[in-house]
């Protein structure tokens, strides 16, 4: 099955300063990647999602990037806020499966 | 406000209580899902639903049971649960097929004493 490695596990960063979560997945049938915002108390969101067909992927201060010959994607985000604080999850799945595979999670902290 | 409710948000339940989790959708989404996680873990797949038929079980342990009564609604029924049960449960909806994103509930938190 999937495999879905990411890092780092912790991240700080200072206010409007870039960060940046990395992520590696293991199989090569995998073609859909989206990434999810966890805050404290609530469900994951999907903040954004790339497919195997596309490299990049922007909106407004979030990117994400795709290597699928690497087998690695990451997720870029640009100007920190305050409110980007939160568990970020990179998945993983291909098109056949329902199941999705998670990371193991980015606790990114904004430093005011 | 996420489209996927969940109730109750907390639930307390000892080892001998029957229980039920509830999910509701309303955006004419075809899969239904049931998530576990555990504090600082992600979630994990417990159970799929397709078009109101299971398709996946993740190898559950039987206390756990799962019901999609409609395409817009998800039980997941509790019997006999241990204290490592306690957990985070988290529903899910997608529209299925290709690439399409799934949207979560914000989740029952369940202990069990």
């Known amino acids: 099955g999937e495999n879905v490695e990411q890092h780092p596990s912790t991240l700080s960063v200072q206010e409007g300063d870039s960060a940046v979560i990395k992520c590696t997945y293991s199989?090569?049938?995998?073609?859909?990647f989206p990434w999810y915002k966890q805050e404290l108390g609530k469900g994951p969101q999907l903040i954004i999602d790339?497919?195997?067909?596309?490299g990049e992927k922007k909106d407004q201060r979030i990117a994400v990037t795709l290597n699928k010959t690497a087998k690695h994607f990451s997720l870029h985000i640009t100007e920190t806020q305050p409110e980007d604080s939160a568990v970020y999850f990179c998945?993983?799945?291909?098109?056949?499966?329902?199941?999705?595979?998670f990371g193991t999670g980015t606790r990114l902290t904004i430093i005011p | 406000d996420t489209e996927v409710t969940q109730t109750p948000k907390h639930l307390v339940m000892g080892m001998t209580n029957k229980k039920s989790l509830k999910c509701e959708q309303h955006?004419?989404?075809?899969?239904m899902y049931w998530y576990k996680q555990k504090a600082k873990k992600p979630p994990e797949l417990m159970f799929v639903?397709?078009?109101?038929?299971?398709?996946i079980n993740e190898s559950v342990p039987s206390r756990f049971s799962p019901e999609c009564p409609n395409s817009s609604l998800l039980n997941l029924h509790l019997h006999a649960l241990q204290p490592e049960d306690s957990a985070l449960y988290l529903c899910?909806?997608?529209?299925?097929?290709?690439?399409?994103?799934?949207?979560f509930g914000n989740g029952t938190r369940l202990t069990v004493t």
């Open positions: 955006m004419g989404h075809r899969a």
């Open positions: 899910a909806s997608s529209q299925g097929g290709q690439g399409r994103a799934l949207h």
């Open positions: 639903y397709s078009y109101e038929k299971l398709s």
């Open positions: 199989d090569s049938a995998s073609n859909y």
């Open positions: 790339i497919r195997s067909n596309v």
């Open positions: 998945a993983a799945k291909d098109f056949g499966n329902e199941k999705l595979t």
